[in-house]
């Protein structure tokens, strides 16, 4: 009878335990990176999904990254599969795997990848590294593969891994989002126009609604909307605005703000080869030197610049372009502690000015996001800029690390706090401390410029001369979701998971020994146990 009864309970105790874990999943993860956890802001998200929709519709996953894949990319698409699984834990979404097809009917551009045997023979794969998140008729495609050219292809892999759980989180949110973000560029002060901001604008609006427009007389005019881009303005702002803009960041706006320090004239570049270069007044200066900043009116030189066609030949008549280093053009590092910048590749510029941190013990935390190299020079204003200055002295270029773009996050204090209000404005009162809200300043209207080729726009970033695409797209898109980011999911993209790789050329010169170790060692190991276990079996039995 006890012994019957010992058996049930065991039974009824295993039962248990199985209904325990079908209620309530235990996870734990004892890896160092944490690389088999979600982030709280993501779980929060999906909790918060799942209280709204009450389980009426399910988030649908599709996944493009299948067929022959690599050692690299089989990593990818089992670090996906991952995420999704941890990510139905907290809420309700379906994982679909894409049939063949489905990537060309939705127009997806492939990713063609060469790869090398040790043979020396190549081999070409056509893969779709994205993924389509969807719910109901709302969809949004992202794209896997983070790929920065200065970076080997295991170093891209392993930053499109850490990638995954914000690039998921960030289509779940904007398609799950029921109050929709306003963003506006600000106009009347001779700002890029729609022509040239075309493709940040068309990137943007795939997150949130983007107007634009003047500042008007009242400030409640600019709060609903969540960010405002000031894009390379030509013309001063007057008090009126300058208070408006004040004001609107002491409600919580954020403001991203894209301005030169030196005025020029491309034109006068292109057709007469020179252009004279002077200061820029915005009548911005004073207000941004309230808020932490101080853009200084003059131009950077940097070693690391793109090229420009030059005619070298010395013959009249003939031609012969080569492509000589332009320094006025620098490619500006990106930094790798932010989330705005981590992971992007340099930032195409021209005609750049430094940022000086300002204001001391303010409250103001500022963090460099854009700087240049470490082969760098000043040249003051008022100057002439010359394409024909092609052969600086080197040894002058000797800054490093100048600051170009710079975050500014906390309470600021008002430009208008003890001046009094300006003509033109309705306002009941001056706003004189912020509430903690963010700021950006970059001091190069190009980076935000995209050109025009034969009627069609080219990326934000991308060079015609030299064919490549540089990161602005991506720094000014994650620059203005960093602004509006109210979830806390910009940190997602601070995110490490070590990278942990194999001696390529030592596991193929040792392959045999390390082939016949596996093979070997597992079947000594065998025999010795089984050896042993006879062995006890042998001394018992013969004692019996």
Known sequence: MRKWTG??????AVVAVNIAVQLHVVRWDMTDDKRYSLSDATKQLLREYNTRNGGNESIVITDYLNGELNAGFKRLSHALKETV??????????YRQALEGEAEQAGLRPTVIHEKSHNGQTAQTTIYPYVEVRLGGKKMIAELLKNNRGLSGDE??????ENIEYTLSEAILTISREDTIRVAFLEGHGELSERYVWDLTQQLSHYMQVDRGIAGT?????LPYRAIIIADPQHPFSD??????????MHGGRV????????FSQEGLSSDGYTPAIPMDLSLSDMLFRYG?????ALIQDAQCLPVPVNVSTQVGETNYQPMPWYYAPLLLTSQASPITRNIMQVSSAFCSPIEVVGGEDGIRKE???????ASRLIPTPAKVDLSDLNPDMEEFKWQYIPVGILLEGSFTSFFAHRMMPEGVEATGITKESVPTRQIVIACGSVIRNEWQQGQVLPLGFDRYTGMQFGNRDVLLNAVLYLCDNEGLMSLRQRQVTLRLLNDQRAHAERKMIQTICVIVPIVLLAMVVLIVIGIRKHNYTKR
Not at 156 to 161: A, G, P
Not at 293 to 297: D, K, L, Q
Not at 368 to 374: D, G, H, K, M, W
């Open 7 to 12: 058996i049930v309970i065991i039974a009824l």
């Open 85 to 94: 699984e941890e990510m139905q834990v907290y809420g309700d979404i379906t």
């Open 156 to 161: 891209n892999l392993n930053n499109s891994i």
């Open 218 to 222: 009242r400030v409640e005019e600019l």
């Open 240 to 249: 009126k605005d300058k208070f408006l803009l004040d004001q609107y960041v």
């Open 256 to 263: 991203l703000w894209i301005v030169n320090g030196v005025q």
């Open 293 to 297: 900043v101080r853009i200084v009116p």
């Open 368 to 374: 460099v996001l854009l700087a240049t190299s470490t």
